[in-house]
Every structure is written in structure tokens, then in C-alpha cells.
């Protein structure tokens, strides 16, 4: 399942590549393993997770600070 991330610091300017290569670190330290880059959409990261690990991974990303979409 594809998910999209953006860091809660309000940078604008941060780059999708590199947030979504920080959410998978969070997501990977956390043992979600899943997780994965999910390239640019739209000009937002995605990540891809796999659908029975999202409940945790969004609660997990929402706890660290980030904010989270579902597709």
C-alpha cells in the first residue's frame, strides 16, 4: 500500500527523495521492514508498506513527528 509522508519542520524546500529516505529509517527502526521507497508523487514522497504493517507504520510516523496520507 502506498503511503505519503512530509516531515512536520514546515521546510518547503526539503527534498522528497530524502524524506522519504528518512520515514523508510524511522519506519525500519521501529521494525516496520516493509517499508520502502516509494519514489515522488505529485512532488511528495511515498513509501510503500505492506497493507497489514500500515496501522503501525502510520501511528509509528504520527508519533515521530511526521504527517501521513493514505492512497
Known amino acids: 500500500m502506498r503511503i505519503f509522508v512530509l516531515p512536520y519542520t514546515g521546510d518547503l524546500f526539503e527534498r522528497a527523495d530524502e524524506v522519504a529516505r528518512q520515514a523508510v529509517n524511522v519506519l525500519h527502526s ?42
Do not use: F, K, Y
Open 30 to 71: 521501529s521494525q516496520i521492514l516493509s517499508a520502502r521507497d516509494g519514489g515522488i508523487v505529485d512532488g511528495r514522497a511515498a513509501l510503500l508498506i505492506d497493507p497489514e504493517e500500515v496501522p503501525e507504520a502510520l501511528e509509528t510516523l504520527e508519533q515521530a513527528g511526521w504527517r501521513v496520507a493514505v492512497n
